[in-house]
């Protein structure tokens, strides 16, 4: 898969920018604050509907401006395939695919994979749960659709049941039978989420341990494992168990979505005893899994997406980069950094085709 041109419309900092791009490496140089990370946000927009760094889909549109558009064109074997993203503010987002509008956002997850490697994946260890499950579910999510619908049709009965308790509350009443009515259909979604999670770890562990060794060239014993109370117990004996609490709080508390991921060194968190250089490792070590678990389910490879990886990462674990990148391991590369020399340095001896594009000041142009 390759993502030929990208054109932007009041996108964060661009008034107006368009760049064809090379089907190996794309070099996006500039200063900080010049609008790089912003350009690889603009293709994850096209990937996923959605920014990769702000929750708030309003926020992507330039300030002073009422309206933003994200358009590429994707070629997969020889077919064209232009996806544009829009919102005009206060209005729904928009999303189309061969000028086709979708129905349901997520009917777009999954076909146009990418993969982001930012200074910010460490936030996956050291920030609550709730980072780690969206991330694993997300990735989930895009590999395999039916996980996508019932989380979503997931948190829809969960939102119900949660202003149930809440309504039980404020009006001092409290009617078991329809509350036993939304359990009814959260237990079989809520099962089956967990048991997908569990058996996603099984396929994604050992990939992600082989990276581990490869880009940290030491011996630490790195896991991750699923913490949830749902695989082998019964749901719905958990949520009549919980239901004291759950009124109590005017909310769910047991579910797949209190569920963690605990990330483990030699057995001990990853977040109290890894070094940054180890968190490091730890992190890109899972976005190389999350790659090639992905490249291989869909048969085409992501695009790969890496912001300011030369300024954040040493020498070794560049280089190792480096060697993957020579041995055609990825696809179509996005990059972003600082100083041009630098990147040619890094990137000098392969055989790849690569673009430069200076950024500068929401203006983006090929130099080479
Ligand atoms: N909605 C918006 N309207 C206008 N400007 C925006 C908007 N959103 C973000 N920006 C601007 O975009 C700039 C950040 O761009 P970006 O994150 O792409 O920088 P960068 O070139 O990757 O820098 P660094 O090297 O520091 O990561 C900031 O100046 C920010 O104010």
């Known amino acids: 898969m390759v993502l030929e041109n990208l054109s ?8 107006e920018a368009a760049v064809s791009f090379s089907p190996h490496i794309n070099c996006f140089i500039g200063d900080n604050g010049s609008g790089k990370t912003n350009l690889l946000d603009a293709i994850h927009y096209l990937s996923m509907t959605r920014s990769a760094f702000n929750s708030s889909d309003a926020q992507n549109i330039k300030q002073g401006e009422d309206y933003f558009m994200v358009r590429g064109t994707f070629t997969i074997e020889g077919e064209k395939h232009t996806v544009i993203c829009s919102l005009k503010a206060g209005q729904k987002k928009t999303v ?40 694993f579910d ?6 395999d659709h039916t996980y996508l619908e019932q989380l979503i049709q997931y948190n829809y009965i969960l939102k119900q049941r949660n202003s149930l308790l809440k309504q039980f509350a404020e009006r001092h009443y409290f009617d078991r039978d329809y509350l036993h009515i939304l359990n009814e259909q959260l237990v079989p979604l809520g099962a089956q989420l967990a048991q997908e999670r569990e058996k996603f770890l099984e396929l994604f562990v050992p990939v992600f341990q082989k990276h581990y060794r490869h880009i940290s060239d030491s011996h630490e014993e790195v896991t991750l494992t699923y913490k949830s109370q749902l695989p082998g ?21 047991v579910g797949p979505h209190k569920d963690d991921f605990v990330f483990l060194m030699d057995g001990n968190p990853v977040k109290h005893f890894g070094s940054q250089g180890q968190q490091k490792s730890y992190v890109i070590a899972l976005k190389l899994a999350h790659f090639e678990v992905m490249a291989e389910r869909q048969h085409h490879k992501p695009l790969l997406l890496l912001d300011d990886i030369f300024d954040r990462l040493d020498e070794k674990r560049i280089t190792k980069l480096m060697q993957m990148v020579a041995a055609h391991t990825f696809g179509q590369i996005f ?24 950024v500068k000041e929401g203006e983006v142009r090929l130099i080479g």
């Open 8 to 15: 932007l419309l009041f996108f964060k900092n661009y008034d």
């Open 96 to 135: 189309t695919h061969n000028k086709v509008v979708y129905e349901k956002m997520s009917d777009h997850i999954g076909r146009f994979p990418v993969v982001l490697i930012s200074p910010y994946d460490t936030d996956l260890i050291r920030e609550g749960s709730e980072e780690r499950r969206k991330y």
């Open 138 to 143: 997300s990735l989930i999510s895009q590999l």
């Open 233 to 253: 117990a019964d749901f719905t004996q958990l949520l009549l168990q919980a239901e004291r609490k759950d009124l109590a709080l005017q909310r769910t508390t």
């Open 335 to 358: 990059l972003t950094d600082t100083h041009l020399e630098r990147t040619d340095k890094i990137l000098e001896g392969l055989s790849e085709s690569i673009r430069r594009f200076e």
